[in-house]
């Protein structure tokens, strides 16, 4: 059974230029979290969804930054044009419905140049 | 505000003693605690959780604590080899749709 899956494992981006990082859950599950990791530190809240909705989005930067998560294929957290700042590592976490552990993918670092 | 917090920043152990890493939380209401462990360049892998109707639950090698008086919990681990070292967390779903509440981490070295 395979576990929570992000790609790409590392990204390097320009300033200005965008991100694109993705999500694919475990099997069966449906819900979907963001969370970002600066260097030591502890993971910090990003965003809630589950398929086709978003539903808590207050950990995120009101600009630059979407998520989504369609009815087909992985959720997918967009960073537009990307500044220093958002070199962090990026991790998903996804749980079924009705429990509450999450279970984290290995993650995605982005590096802005 | 809510908080979730460890103690120490690191903790260096010799290979075969037991660990202790130990965690405070603010928020009375909390029920259910998640220890995750993570290693180097890789996501934060669950461990064990704890709701809080119990004050001990133990698993492979490993033990958590809940003492609900005085909002702290703690993860032993017993005989602790090289292949435990990384960082620990402790992690609280109190957010406000369950998102995850972490502290920074313990960084446990296991020295051979």
């Known amino acids: 059974n395979a576990g929570v899956m992000q790609n790409p494992r590392h990204l390097v981006r320009r300033r200005g230029q965008e991100a694109r990082l993705r999500c694919s859950p475990m099997?069966?599950?449906?819900?979907v979290y963001w969370y970002r990791q600066l260097p030591e530190e502890g993971l910090k809240f990003m965003v809630y969804?589950?398929?086709?909705?978003?539903?808590?989005e207050s950990g995120m930067p009101k600009e630059r930054f979407s998520a989504e998560f369609p009815k087909e294929g992985p959720s997918i957290l967009r960073i537009q044009q990307v500044v220093r700042g958002d070199s962090a590592a990026y991790f998903c976490?996804?749980?079924?419905?009705?429990?509450?552990?999450?279970?984290f993918g290995p993650g995605t670092r982005l590096t802005v140049l | 505000g809510e908080s979730v917090g460890l103690h120490l920043p690191t903790l260096s152990v010799q290979e075969g003693d037991n660990s202790i890493i130990n965690c405070a939380y603010s928020?009375?209401?909390?029920?259910?605690f998640i220890w995750y462990k993570q290693e180097s360049g890789k996501g934060p892998q669950f461990i064990i959780d704890?709701?809080?109707?119990?004050d001990k639950r133990q698993g492979q090698r490993v033990t958590v604590l809940l003492n609900k008086t005085v909002k702290h919990l703690s993860l032993q681990i017993a005989a602790t080899q090289p292949g435990d070292s990384a960082v620990y967390f402790c992690?609280?779903?109190?957010?406000?749709?369950?998102?995850?509440?972490f502290g920074k981490g313990t960084k446990l070295s296991v020295k051979p």
């Open positions: 928020n009375s209401a909390s029920d259910y």
């Open positions: 992690a609280d779903p109190g957010g406000s749709q369950g998102n995850l509440i």
């Open positions: 969804l589950q398929k086709e909705n978003i539903i808590d």
């Open positions: 099997k069966g599950h449906s819900h």
């Open positions: 704890i709701r809080s109707n119990m």
């Open positions: 976490a996804t749980r079924r419905v009705g429990t509450d552990t999450q279970y």
